[in-house]
Nanobody, 124 residues
Framework: QVQLVESGGGLVQSGGSLSLSCAGSGLTSKVYTMGWFRQAPGKEREFVSAIGWSGGWTAYADSVKGRFTISRDNAKNTMYLQMNSLRPEDTAVYYC?????????????????WGQGTQVTVSS
């Protein structure tokens, strides 16, 4: 059974930094794409960033480019998201997800498994 557990969320002031982690278990293959999405109250879940199995491919939403950095450690089945220069509009629940087809996927529907989410709140 695949499980994804996010950690590292919290409350931070505008301009601050947070680092999120997503630990996976039950994944029998290392060849899968991992992604971060977020959902603010009253809004749809949106793509934030994704990384291919080797780390050679990454993608970012325009709203986070230059501020967020995605990485992964396949030996630990863990993905990370370093978030710098945070803004109030980054406030949301952040979810990690896995695409077992290992595509260059940026859409919610492409991902097979999801974590429970971690809250990130940025105060102004």
């Amino acid at each position: 059974q695949v499980q994804l557990v996010e950690s590292g969320g919290g409350l931070v002031q505008s301009g601050g930094s947070l680092s999120l982690s997503c630990a996976g278990s039950g994944l029998t293959s290392k060849v899968y794409t991992m992604g971060w999405f977020r959902q603010a109250p009253g809004k749809e879940r949106e793509f934030v960033s994704a990384i291919g199995w080797s780390g050679g491919w990454t993608a970012y939403a325009d709203s986070v480019k230059g501020r967020f950095t995605i990485s992964r450690d396949n030996a630990k089945n863990t993905m990370y998201l370093q978030m710098n220069s945070l803004r109030p509009e980054d406030t949301a629940v952040y979810y990690c997800a896995v695409d077992l087809a290992a595509r260059a996927a940026v859409s919610v529907g492409a991902y097979d498994y999801w974590g429970q989410g971690t809250q990130v709140t940025v105060s102004s």
